[in-house]
């Protein structure tokens, strides 16, 4: 067998260990659970991986009515504001008010963007 060393390289060293298989316990359906519990939450970034702590969220709401998922991402304060600026560069040019005549209709397509936005109580 061989293995990979730090810079990424193939060697052609032998492992004389076993992988570890098991992984070492945690709360796993705990941790995307929002509420009263203070739960961390890592950032959402689509864009590349990012392992800061999340410290801020924006919840949008989804086309489908009978929808009961909780639409609500979380991000660092960073990758925060690119998400705000990028839904707010969509919203300029966004299809969605083509067909929106009323002030209601404009403000359903706004909130499937952007329902509610801002900093996860408890982190400062």
Known sequence: MTTM????????????????LQMDGGDFDGLYRDGDGGEEHFCEWDEGMCDEVASY?????CDDPDCKADHK???CMRHYAL?????????????????????????????????????????R
């Open 5 to 20: 060393d730090t810079r990424g390289s193939l060697t052609g060293a032998v492992r004389t260990e076993s992988p570890k």
């Open 57 to 61: 969220y924006v919840i949008s709401f």
């Open 73 to 75: 991402q979380y991000y």
């Open 83 to 123: 998400e705000l600026a990028r839904k707010l560069e969509h919203l300029r040019e966004c299809p969605g008010y083509d067909d929106a005549d009323t002030a209601d209709a404009r403000r359903l397509v706004t909130l499937r963007h952007i329902a509610d936005w801002g900093h996860l109580t408890g982190i």
